[in-house]
């Protein structure tokens, strides 16, 4: 049994990010850096194509409205280029036109605006997965408690947990931050995103969800911190 979080021994994947708005840029970098990747930031189209064409990129996270040149622009030059580095299109943009669009230009996946982060690490490591670049194995370990992302099992002591797709990224998000609090308020930006306009009850119904499920049976690994928010940790840390 290991005690604590062990990240992936992943080869890190050189990943480059052109988005304009510096926040979600930093925002996407730096989830991505947690990740054990290489991240270039480019904030600039013209600039972004120019970096597309000029190196070999395991994945190229592209935001659509960019000044000088668009992201599917890019990505067309890309492919047109013989670059064939997988491409996550990121815009405020959500009509089935766009989203066509984007796959038509070359893209692989596209993620619309506001985005929780937590979906988008999960779906740069799936297609990283696809491509054939990412590590053999994701799998996420806190104490008994492990969680794969490629197949979205969980797994307490071994025994197979049986969690509802909000369920999985509330424990993802916790278990990415074992040993850190978190807030109700970043709770619902990273698990139901930026849109989410209801209470900030429905963290505390999913952590309980998530604690009997989790921790039935087994020394909690789910912990509250009044009026800080929660934890991911051992009863001994």
Not at 141 to 168: H, K, M
């Amino acid at each position: 049994m290991t005690s604590g979080r062990e990240t992936k021994p992943a080869s890190a994947c050189r990943i480059l990010v052109v988005e304009d708005e510096p926040a979600i840029n930093d925002v996407v970098a730096t989830a991505l850096r947690y990740e054990g990747h290489s991240v270039t930031q480019l904030h600039d189209g013209g600039d972004g194509l120019s970096e597309a064409l000029r190196a070999a990129w395991d994945l190229v996270v592209l935001d659509v409205m960019l000044p000088g040149v668009d992201g599917y622009e890019i990505c067309r030059r890309m492919r047109e280029g013989g670059q064939l580095a997988p491409v996550l299109f990121l815009t405020a943009r959500s009509e089935p036109e766009d989203r066509i669009q984007g796959f038509v230009t070359g893209g692989d996946d596209y993620v619309t605006k506001p985005f929780s982060v937590a979906e988008l690490v999960l779906r740069v490591g799936a297609i990283l997965r696809r491509a054939g670049t990412a590590a053999t194995s994701d799998q996420l370990v806190f104490d008994d408690l492990a969680l794969d992302p490629s197949s979205q099992e969980v797994r307490r002591g071994g025994r197979l947990v049986e969690l509802s797709p909000t369920e999985f990224r509330l424990l993802h998000y916790l278990i990415v931050n074992a040993g850190i609090v978190v807030s109700k308020a970043q709770i619902l930006v990273e698990v139901w995103g930026d849109d989410y306009d209801g209470s900030e009850n429905i963290v505390e119904l999913y952590v309980g969800y998530l604690r009997r499920k989790i921790d039935d049976g087994r020394s909690p690994l789910i912990h509250t911190r009044r009026g800080a928010g929660y934890v991911l940790r051992t009863t001994t840390t």
